[in-house]
Every structure is written in structure tokens, then in C-alpha cells.
């Protein structure tokens, strides 16, 4: 059981836009950044989003994040096939002392 | 450029103790803000955050495995190495290090990740 909640899967056509919700509570989304991993089939996990809505270099803008009260989202427009991963919200927890993961949404291009 | 690499015994015997390393480059891990993180996840599922060691041997443990795991750092080989008692066949897992970014906080660099199976 996650500390972060994740919806299990998604799906988008190419091109279209799709959002990936994550929720958590004070102790971690709600006091802290947010940060979003892709990871590719058999690959290891990629920083994608960080501090809520920062993309790192190289990251296209297609990805972008966003954060509210307890709740954070990840939307990624104009989808591609090679979009087709699994999806890691994270967040520090104040009362674990540690950082937190959701359960990981996986993302399928139709 | 920076580079992390997982290395350690691939098979382990319940309720032995799993030693892994974590070799890197690129940058110091006597940079202030800077850390390194261990991150497992089972076969077919979710990322587990182990264990966190700041560039000023601050230690962070996951509370659910506290008891069972030691996070140390040697700068000057620049290696991190994990050490897990009592494994169990739960613990079977692709085990990742991660660079803590000193400013953002993120982990923006992980290793290729080590694959250990728990079986007698």
C-alpha cells in the first residue's frame, strides 16, 4: 500500500491529452515539492517533474506538473507511443523522515 | 557527467544479509546538499524508497525497514554501500541508487539498477 495514491492505468490516443492524479496528504503533497519519475519498460526510473512543475533539461514541455492542497497532477499532451510507460509521483514525508512514492500509473498509447 | 552503478550478489539465501554498492562519478558526495538513495521495486511493482545518506552522513531510513538496514558512504572511493539482514523472499526486488540533486531535491540520476532474488 502506497503512501501516495496513483490510479492504476491510463490511456490516451496520439496526440490527445491525458492527466495522471496523484494524491497524499499534509505530511507529504501538501508541506512539500512533488516530484514525477517515468519509467520505460525495463528501464530504470527517469526524473521527469521536479519542485511541482519544473522540467529538467531535455524534458519536452509536452510533460507538465501541477500541485494543489494534498494533490498533485501530471499532464502530458500530444501523446506519443513512446509516452507508453509507467508514471512514479513522489514527495518528502515529514513523518517518515523520507521520501514517498505513489503506486505508479501505467500509461498505455492506444 | 554523472554515473551510478549498482553491483552485489545476484542470488541470496533467506535470512542472509544482502550487501550492496553503489559506485559513482561526476560528482562528490562531499558537496553539501548532495545525497545518494537507495530505491527497490518488486517484480511487476512500485518504487520503495530504502535509504537516504546526505553529503554530511546525515542517514534517512525507510521506518518500515529500519531495523534491518545500515547506509554508509565512502567519499573517497565514491561508493555508498547498503546492507539489508535477515533477507527474506519478499525482498526480491531490482534494487536502484539515485543522486539526490543538491538544489531541487529530486533524484535526477539513477543507476541501471541490480536485480537480487531471495531463494534457498
Known amino acids: 500500500q502506497s503512501v501516495l495514491t496513483q490510479p492504476p492505468s491510463a490511456s490516451g490516443t496520439p496526440g490527445q491529452r491525458v492527466i495522471i492524479s496523484c494524491s497524499g496528504s499534509?505530511?507529504?503533497?501538501?508541506?512539500?515539492?512533488v516530484y514525477w519519475y517515468q519509467q520505460l519498460p525495463g528501464m530504470a526510473p527517469k526524473l521527469l517533474i521536479y519542485?511541482?512543475?519544473q522540467r529538467p533539461s531535455g524534458v519536452p514541455d509536452r510533460f507538465s506538473g501541477s500541485k494543489s492542497g494534498t494533490s498533485a497532477s501530471l499532464a502530458i499532451s500530444g501523446l506519443r507511443s513512446e509516452d507508453e510507460a509507467d508514471y512514479y509521483c513522489?514527495?518528502?514525508?515529514?513523518?517518515?523522515?523520507?521520501?514517498?512514492f505513489g503506486g505508479g500509473t501505467k500509461l498505455t498509447v492506444l | 557527467q554523472i554515473t551510478l552503478k549498482e553491483s552485489g550478489p545476484t542470488l541470496v539465501k533467506p535470512t542472509q544479509t544482502l550487501t550492496l554498492t553503489c559506485t559513482f562519478s561526476?560528482?562528490?558526495?562531499?558537496?553539501?546538499?548532495?545525497?545518494v538513495a537507495w530505491i527497490r521495486q518488486p517484480p511487476g511493482k512500485a518504487l520503495e524508497w530504502l535509504a537516504l545518506i546526505y553529503w554530511d552522513d546525515d542517514k534517512r531510513y525507510s521506518p518500515s525497514l529500519k531495523t534491518r538496514l545500515t547506509i554508509t558512504k565512502d567519499t573517497s572511493k565514491n561508493q555508498v554501500v547498503l546492507t539489508m539482514t535477515n533477507m527474506g523472499p519478499v525482498d526480491t526486488a531490482t534494487y536502484y541508487c539515485?543522486?539526490?540533486?543538491?538544489?531541487?531535491?529530486?533524484?535526477?540520476?539513477w543507476g541501471q539498477g541490480t536485480t537480487v532474488t531471495v531463494s534457498s
Open positions: 519542485r511541482n512543475n
Open positions: 539515485a543522486h539526490r540533486h543538491p538544489l531541487h531535491g529530486g533524484m535526477d540520476v
Open positions: 513522489a514527495a518528502w514525508d515529514d513523518s517518515l523522515s523520507g521520501p514517498v
Open positions: 499534509s505530511s507529504n503533497i501538501g508541506n512539500n515539492y
Open positions: 561526476g560528482f562528490s558526495l562531499s558537496t553539501s546538499g548532495v545525497g
